[in-house]
């Protein structure tokens, strides 16, 4: 009758509609939440944390009354933006922008909403915030897979390095280990396998149900499961992993079928399931918060992988002996059963030792991946962290106190210090070790413990508090002729950027107009491409790129051309700050770094005894010591000199391509500076404007030719083209340089 129960409340989760919740979370909003705007936008942009889902990502801008006005997606060329085109004759009022991204890292949404005014500030109206809680069913479904991964991994692992050098005999026919163990042992492994298949199906339900925003029926009645498989990353690992599975059954399948009458392919087979194991766990880490981590994404994947299969190997591994215990013992008693416990205990405590350092360790890296400030501790996701190391401690101390209570030396140090616990507790500690209740209680424990990391892995990461503070997008503005342009760089720092021109000509937007745009920075001497810009709606024109690779003063030139093939030039210098980047990675400190020399300690000293054996097979004597250790700081050496020589070499690339000019261009090449030049170069430069070869020659240069070459050669001549006649200033030099430029080809 409970079992009923249960099994309806299991499917009342899973049927039920889905409201998504975040995990990512905007690291720059254009324009930011609730500002106020003297006229409206032109263009809504929200940078991510990480890249979305374009297929299941969507942004809607609303009015106050709740109709939506237009829709927007993931832009083309950055997948971690969400854009959106305003329409024109946007009056003042309040404006609601509906964001439902959905995060390719781990399958995660957002269902938020932001509020911004044009004019005056609307009473009365505002945006809903994600809410920061696990969604039930993914933590039912990733508790279940952390559990099979774990059990899978530990048990065939325990195998491998505990069970066979504790228990093994040759006597024994099958696996090296008595019949009634490996019946118990593939029965382990089995149920892993089946409690994987089980969770994986019901995470491609939930994940269908959170992308589509609908309930299970509908996800199954209309195949909206189909789409999420071949349209998404989680839908790629989910089949990678659905295949492994089935491949892992097959070979347990034919482990059993085949032991008696190809024993060694039973047993390699048996030995070979771990590694299957540890590529469970690292699909499953390809999907997790460490995938969208901002510092070293690859590294940090790496660094969840390590913690996640340490922390497998002791919790999957002390399932399993719980497990396989009493049928191990069932022929055993008196001494012989507490020597047989004491045998894999000993050893299993041998090897989980530098695996929870090894825990500690990555799980502390782990957490400074998304605890940047200690603000962002007062979080969901710093909550449940808080939870989950309350479990930990006991189990430490369970841990600490089995591994003490093996080995006899350490028990006599205590006694003789005085006895740190009072000896009633001591014995009874003692009797629960031997007996395996301690390990029966550390179980009950760590079963508790994966529930706590699954509902870790399901709450959303806390958004940096650094990133709460808006930066205001620059905008210029000015008169050309009877053109207005207005011009935009969104967001206005280094990397890849939008560039937004709005043309008016008088009080309409202008439409039957081009315009070509390229960014300049006179300190490098560095000119972009010029960019073909496209006509988004009427008088709107929009470029991107990631031109701007520096903060520091930049120029945006805009040439309005007309139907008849007029040209126009308006000029902008622009201040691009670091603090407009939009930060999507951050560089390691020294706690990053000291904590990956902590792990890369401890996986060397797991390693030491295979170097061991090595060293003593080479038979290494003084000298020959000598020699290697001279030949280890030799290539040690010349590796730190190849890659301090790289990053010189690279450097000097760098400047080869791009060396501080000789002279820096302080003209701005607006319209005035063009008129100028041209009056300039009319009048004192008569040669250059005959077609001799050299001038055409430097005409095809211009496009490659940067500044300072033209000045010299207004100033000096250039082969058989000589200087511009008569006195003239740095400033007269660089106007004809300014517009001698226009000159310059351009598809």
Request: aromatic fraction near 8%; proline fraction near 5%.
């Amino acid at each position: 009758m409970k079992l009923r129960w249960v099994v309806l409340l299991i499917l009342a989760y899973i049927l039920a509609p889905v409201t998504v919740w975040a995990h990512g979370y905007v690291v720059r909003a254009i324009p930011a939440d609730r500002s106020t705007l003297g006229r409206p936008p032109t263009r809504l942009q929200y940078w991510f944390s990480e890249d979305l889902e374009p297929r299941f990502s969507e942004i809607k801008l609303r009015d106050q009354s709740g109709e939506v006005i237009a829709s927007g997606a993931v832009d083309a060329q950055n997948h971690a933006l969400l854009s959106l085109r305003v329409p024109a004759g946007l009056g003042d009022g309040a404006y609601i922008v509906e964001l439902r991204p959905a995060f390719a890292s781990d399958g995660h949404v957002i269902a938020e909403s932001r509020v911004f005014f044009v004019g005056e500030e609307v009473g009365g109206v505002s945006g809903s915030a994600a809410v920061d809680r696990a969604l039930p069913l993914e933590v039912m479904w990733r508790a279940g897979m952390n559990l099979a991964n774990f059990l899978f991994f530990g048990a065939s692992l325990l195998y491998a390095i505990v069970l066979l050098p504790a228990w093994g005999n040759p006597r024994n026919p099958h696996g090296v280990l008595p019949s009634r163990v490996m019946r118990r042992l593939r029965n382990c492994l089995a149920a892993a396998v089946a409690l994987a298949l089980l969770a994986n199906l019901v995470a491609l339900l939930q994940q269908s149900m959170v992308f589509f925003n609908a309930d299970a029926l509908q996800v199954i009645q209309q195949n909206l499961w189909g789409v999420v498989l071949i349209g998404s990353r989680f839908g790629d690992v989910w089949i990678f992993r659905m295949v492994l599975l089935i491949f892992c059954a097959v070979l347990i399948f034919v482990a059993e079928f085949y032991r008696a009458l190809m024993p060694q392919l039973s047993a390699g087979i048996w030995r070979g399931l771990p590694w299957l194991g540890a590529l469970f766990i690292g699909l499953t880490m390809v999907t997790s918060h460490a995938a969208g981590s901002t510092l070293m994404p690859w590294l940090a994947i790496t660094v969840d992988w390590l913690h996640a299969l340490a922390a497998a190997f002791w919790t999957g591994g002390a399932l399993a002996l719980t497990l396989l215990l009493p049928a191990a013992l069932v022929p055993l008693d008196g001494e012989r059963r507490r020597q047989a416990i004491r045998a894999v205990m000993l050893r299993f405590s041998r090897m989980v030792t530098p695996l929870v350092a090894l825990m500690i360790v990555s799980g502390v890296y782990n957490a400074a991946n998304f605890f940047v400030t200690p603000a962002d501790l007062d979080s969901t996701y710093g909550r449940t962290l808080a939870v989950k190391l309350l479990i930990v401690a006991p189990l430490l101390l369970i841990g600490a106190w089995q591994h003490v209570l093996l080995r006899p030396q350490l028990v006599a140090r205590l006694q003789r210090a005085g006895g740190i616990l009072p000896r009633s507790f001591r014995r009874w500690m003692a009797q629960t070790v031997a007996t395996g209740k301690a390990l029966r209680l550390e179980v009950l424990l760590m079963l508790a413990l994966l529930g706590a990391v699954a509902f870790l892995s399901a709450t959303p990461v806390p958004e940096p508090a650094s990133l709460r503070s808006e930066v205001e997008t620059p905008q210029i503005t000015q008169t050309v002729g009877e053109y207005t342009v207005t011009s935009a760089i969104i967001p206005g720092g280094p990397g890849v950027n939008t560039y937004d021109s709005l043309v008016w000509r008088g009080a309409a937007r202008a439409s039957d107009v081009e315009l070509r745009m390229q960014l300049v920075n006179p300190r490098r001497g560095i000119r972009s491409p010029w960019h073909q810009t496209e006509q988004v709606e009427v008088g709107l024109f929009v470029a991107a790129g990631d031109d701007i690779a520096e903060v520091g003063e930049w120029w945006s030139l805009i040439d309005i051309v007309t139907q008849e093939g007029a040209m126009m030039r308006a000029a902008a210098a622009w201040e691009i700050s670091e603090a407009a980047a939009v930060i999507q990675s951050r560089p390691p400190n020294v706690a990053h770094f000291a904590l990956l020399l902590g792990i890369v300690f401890i996986l060397a000293s797991l390693v030491q005894r295979r170097a061991r054996r090595l060293l003593s097979a080479l038979n290494l004597g003084p000298a020959s010591a000598l020699l290697a250790l001279g030949a280890l700081v030799v290539s040690v050496g010349v590796m730190v000199a190849g890659a301090l020589l790289i990053n010189e070499r690279q450097r000097q690339y760098e400047e080869t391509l791009h060396p501080p000019p000789e002279q820096v261009n302080t003209v701005l090449p607006d319209a005035e500076s063009l008129r100028r030049g041209a009056a300039l170069y009319r009048e004192r430069c008569l040669v250059w404007q005959g077609q001799s070869a050299d001038f055409r020659a430097l005409r095809n240069r211009l496009g490659r030719a940067r500044d300072d070459f033209l000045y010299g050669v207004v100033a000096a001549g250039w082969r058989e083209l000589p200087a511009c006649e008569g006195e003239l200033s740095e400033r007269d030099r660089w106007d004809i340089v300014n517009y001698f430029r226009t000159f310059e080809a351009r598809e």
